[in-house]
């Protein structure tokens, strides 16, 4: 199990499912508590990347509890088969050309184009097994300013960037924009029915 292994000892390693070159690990998110650290960060090998994501991507999550052992050549090997790597990499949200897990966004701070800072990420929403956006919980101030509930969902499609030393989510537009976008108002208007 990779509770045996610094993730210091794991980086640059090449990642196998059987034979199967994966690709190498690349670090994983900072963050000060360890529940919000369950993946990874792998750099994908293009053609894997092709054959088993639905659109590749440079970078995906790799959930700790896939490590199985490091191989006698100093490889990670995988205790699942590419198939469950698949249905996980399914499993996430796409920011730019990466993939993050849940765990890679949760407490995540959630900052607007132009640098303000809205609130942190508390959950993801899920509708028809895709997540569709972030659970927001607002800072007070933001709340009280834009008379906000205490939640409200960020759509997937509005995630610019993430700083990864910052742990923080950047929008595509400003909050005021946001607020007014058709897939933000139908996020937080009809989310909880469906």
């Given at each position: 199990?990779?509770?045996?292994?610094?993730?210091?000892?794991?980086?640059?390693?090449?990642?196998?499912?059987?034979?199967?070159?994966?690709?190498?690990?690349?670090?994983?998110?900072?963050?000060?508590?360890?529940?919000?650290?369950?993946?990874?960060?792998?750099?994908?090998?293009?053609?894997?990347?092709?054959?088993?994501?639905?659109?590749?991507?440079?970078?995906?999550?790799?959930?700790?509890?896939?490590?199985?052992?490091?191989?006698?050549?100093?490889?990670?090997?995988?205790?699942?088969?590419?198939?469950?790597?698949?249905?996980?990499?399914?499993?996430?949200?796409?920011?730019?050309?990466?993939?993050?897990?849940?765990?890679?966004?949760?407490?995540?701070?959630?900052?607007d184009n132009d640098g303000?800072?809205?609130?942190?990420?508390?959950?993801?929403?899920?509708?028809?097994?895709?997540?569709?956006?972030?659970?927001?919980?607002?800072?007070?101030?933001?709340?009280?300013?834009?008379?906000?509930?205490?939640?409200?969902?960020?759509?997937?499609?509005?995630?610019?960037?993430t700083t990864n030393r910052?742990?923080?989510?950047?929008?595509?537009?400003?909050?005021?924009?946001?607020?007014?976008?058709?897939?933000?108002?139908?996020?937080?208007?009809?989310?909880?029915?469906?």
């Amino acid at each position: 199990m990779v509770e045996d292994y610094e993730i210091q000892e794991l980086i640059e390693r090449d990642v196998y499912v059987g034979d199967k070159y994966v690709g190498v690990i690349v670090g994983e998110r900072f963050h000060p508590r360890d529940e919000f650290v369950k993946s990874m960060r792998i750099k994908v090998e293009d053609e894997v990347a092709s054959e088993f994501m639905r659109k590749p991507a440079d970078l995906a999550p790799l959930a700790k509890e896939l490590v199985h052992s490091i191989r006698p050549d100093g490889g990670v090997k995988l205790s699942k088969s590419m198939r469950e790597l698949q249905r996980r990499w399914r499993n996430t949200v796409r920011i730019e050309k990466d993939l993050y897990a849940p765990d890679e966004l949760v407490d995540r701070a959630v900052l607007d184009n132009d640098g303000m800072d809205i609130g942190n990420v508390i959950d993801l929403i899920k509708i028809k097994r895709t997540y569709k956006g972030l659970l927001v919980k607002p800072h007070f101030m933001i709340r009280a300013r834009h008379s906000l509930p205490e939640t409200i969902a960020v759509p997937c499609g509005q995630l610019a960037k993430t700083t990864n030393r910052l742990d923080e989510v950047i929008l595509k537009c400003t909050f005021s924009r946001l607020t007014t976008l058709p897939s933000y108002l139908k996020l937080n208007g009809h989310w909880e029915e469906e």
